[in-house]
């Protein structure tokens, strides 16, 4: 099986490490955190809309710390995978949550070269006009069809029967009430890692890399490619995409945006594909819903409008004058600020300096680059530090995919097809304590209301 050769990529790794003693040391004076030993349910907390600081469950997949700037899978730290480790790697991590030995990673690698190789799907796909559809409709449609040939042939439903009711609030089985007005409805499903929901977690990760590929063919006016077994997992996509074998240093990078991507904690995507999950609805409809909502333009697709940004702005000497007028307009500025980061994003402090490295072999990006770093410098010097607003994950990763080869277009649907890897680790953690998600709606309107006849309303 392939292996991605770090020793041909010394300097990327050295790269990451740098920025990470530079992140370390910007954030030395924030608190570490403290997590509590055991949480007892039910918890107390304030929620504002959006459900902005609710509690949904507990997870040991993926931590966001905002103010240390801190992301960390399955308690490694973001950097240390991205110099270390491999898609592949990180990908069994966020499933099983350890590192996997090497026995262990070889049958894992089998495993996804199996499930790359998908005709009957692809020779579906291209039975529908793929060059007509938005991309991500085209990647969520392939998720399904994947569906099709993987579950419907042996469709298991005799467990989801005996959790079948004709109302969502009246569930005949076990409550497990706490308190006198209070009961949480919990699904016994007997899913601890079973092997049918692990099984569907490997082709999802391997199968949405092929499909991928085979959208950018066909939108292309290009036949898809088969994978190659001799190649990685990011090597492959972007063979299958592009129809170029990378280089080391492009398959290295394009193995490290696949791991900055993999998981960000309770997301909205990642939050959509676990409520689907929890109706017990299978695997791929669950990350059908975690598509969905990453093609929502507050979600994925920032990368996209920051290539729009740059090309807008036209060269570095016109930097300024676009950035006082953008913010005399009120103007949003995409790759600019998070949620939940008040510190550099560390995803970004990472692909800045891969970004800066690509582009030294590709020429007509390294304006676009320039003009990135001017634009920087005017955001994070005008007004960035005392709101804390800096660049997020999405700022340098379209410099990134275009050197690497890629349309805009096909940004978020690779942001998707990383994901994967976190929807469906989600998925499998959520499903061992199960319980269906159902939020309540303060109802504000009338009541009391006679009915009127047609012909008598306004």
Not at 73 to 95: K, N
Not at 122 to 145: K, N, Q
Request: charged fraction near 25%; hydrophobic fraction near 35%.
């Amino acid at each position: 099986m392939s292996k991605i050769n770090h020793e041909l990529t010394k300097e990327i790794t050295e790269i990451i490490l740098k920025a990470k003693e530079k992140a370390t040391r910007e954030s030395s004076g924030e608190p570490d955190p403290k997590f509590p030993d055991k949480l007892e349910w039910p918890i107390s907390c304030t929620i504002g809309p959006g459900l902005e600081g609710a509690i949904a469950c507990e997870t040991k997949i993926g931590y966001v710390n905002g103010s240390k700037g801190w992301l960390i899978y399955q308690g490694y730290d973001i950097f240390d995978l991205c110099a270390y480790s491999t898609f592949e790697e990180v990908s069994y991590l966020l499933i099983h949550g350890k590192l996997p030995n090497d026995s262990q990673l070889e049958s894992f690698k089998k495993k996804l070269a199996r499930y790359r190789d998908i005709p009957e799907t692809i020779r579906m796909l291209t039975s529908f006009p793929v060059e007509e559809m938005s991309t991500m409709a085209a990647l969520r449609l392939g998720s399904e069809l994947m569906r099709q040939n993987k579950v419907d042939e042996v469709e298991e439903l005799t467990d989801a029967y005996g959790y079948i009711s004709s109302d969502e609030d009246s569930i005949p089985m076990e409550t497990n009430p706490m308190g006198e007005k209070k009961a949480i409805y919990e699904f016994d499903t007997d899913s601890e890692d079973s092997a049918e929901l692990i099984d569907s977690c490997y082709q999802a990760i391997a199968g949405l890399s092929s499909i991928l590929g085979a959208i950018s063919r066909l939108r292309s006016g290009y036949l898809p490619l088969e994978p190659k077994d001799e190649l990685s997992h990011a090597a492959n996509l972007i063979y299958m995409m592009t129809g170029k074998e990378p280089t080391p240093l492009e398959e290295r990078i394009m193995d490290i945006c696949l791991i900055l991507h993999a998981d960000h904690g309770m997301n909205a995507s990642t939050f959509a594909t676990i409520v689907v999950a929890s109706t017990l609805s299978d695997l791929y409809f669950s990350i059908g819903a975690g598509i969905a909502a990453l093609n929502g333009p507050l979600h994925g697709g920032a990368n996209e409008e920051v290539v729009h940004t740059l090309n807008e702005i036209g060269s570095v000497d016109n930097v300024k004058a676009w950035y006082e007028q953008s913010r005399k307009e009120g103007r949003k500025i995409s790759g600019f600020g998070h949620r939940v980061y008040k510190a550099y994003d560390p995803r970004a402090r990472i692909l800045e300096p891969l970004a800066k490295l690509l582009v030294e072999n590709h020429p007509e990006m390294k304006e676009k680059y320039e003009i990135a770093q001017a634009l920087e410098d005017e955001v994070v010097n005008g007004f960035g530090k005392e709101k804390k607003i800096f660049p997020n994950v999405d700022f340098y990763s379209g410099i990134v995919y275009k050197s690497l080869g890629i349309q805009t277009e096909y940004y978020t649907p690779i942001f998707g097809a990383s994901r994967v890897s976190g929807w469906a680790a989600h998925v499998v953690e959520y499903l061992k304590k199960n319980r269906i998600f159902r939020p309540r709606g303060i109802y504000v309107g009338e009541y009391g209301k006679e009915y009127e006849p047609i012909e008598t309303r306004d």
